[in-house]
């Protein structure tokens, strides 16, 4: 019996792993046909198609994740016109999806735990995306967009840490999304670069994060304060010092 499983979860997990090889190709073909509407309508259509196959009372968990992974993965290879930082990216976009597809479709053991790596993967490239593009053409469109993203992301987070207190976590979600703003603002007038950037406002979002879910279970006390205080100040040295500061 237990046999058996193990070469179910293989053949589950080799299926996903298909998809993600079939979302790598579409995005490789949107880029190269230069985003022709073609390619950009049956890259949505059938990477939907292949994300809602499968078990459709887990969407919800996830569906917010996909979504943004969509558009980001497409603002992300437009930006890019150099082969050899076209594939890894790919690459990467591509492992997010087979996360997404591997949380919804239950193959993971401690699904919790792959469901926040693949938030801080999505919130990285979500940074990376924003400080690699010209931030000056259509910032407030950009901008926005910023905010539209974060909200949908730590709305989905936060509905894995508490199931109850909807009104509650929609709140902290769009809090939390304004104080993102602010901090994008702070950190993109610094000459860090787009790498350190991203990185920079990937922990003060970690950190947010892991406050809200001492919050809801009650643990806020000082040791954690004084250990996201000492994760903060170090991220802010290391990408300091990892700066160019000449103009």
């Known amino acids: 019996m237990v046999e058996k499983l193990k070469l179910v979860l293989r053949i589950v997990r080799s299926q996903l792993l298909l998809k993600a090889v079939v979302f790598a190709g579409l995005l490789f073909w949107v880029k190269i046909s230069d985003f022709s509407a073609i390619s950009v309508f049956l890259f949505l259509l059938i990477n939907t198609v292949l994300y809602l196959r ?82 000056y053409d259509w910032f407030f469109g950009k901008y926005l967009l910023v905010f539209f993203f974060a909200f949908l992301l730590i709305g989905e987070w936060l509905s894995w840490l508490e199931k109850s207190f909807i009104k509650r976590r929609r709140v902290i979600a769009l809090v939390f999304s304004f104080l993102i703003l602010q901090f994008l603002w702070a950190v993109s007038l610094l000459p860090l670069g787009f790498i350190n950037s991203a ?35 170090f991220s802010v040295i290391v990408v300091f010092l990892f700066t160019n500061w000449r103009i």
């Open 54 to 135: 499968g078990r459709a009372h887990s969407i919800v968990e996830t569906v917010r994740s996909f979504i943004i992974l969509l558009f980001v993965s497409l603002f992300g290879v437009n930006m890019l016109n150099h082969f050899q930082f076209l594939i890894p990216t790919i690459l990467f976009f591509s492992f997010i999806f087979y996360l997404i597809l591997g949380i919804k479709e239950l193959v993971f053991e401690q699904r919790p735990k792959w469901n926040y790596a693949k938030n801080i993967l999505l919130t990285y490239s979500i940074f990376l995306t924003y400080f690699l593009s010209n931030r």
């Open 199 to 233: 990185t920079l406002m990937t922990v003060f979002v970690y950190i947010m994060l892991d406050f809200s879910k001492h919050h809801f279970r009650g643990t806020i006390n000082k040791e954690l304060i004084l250990k996201h205080s000492v994760v903060l100040l």
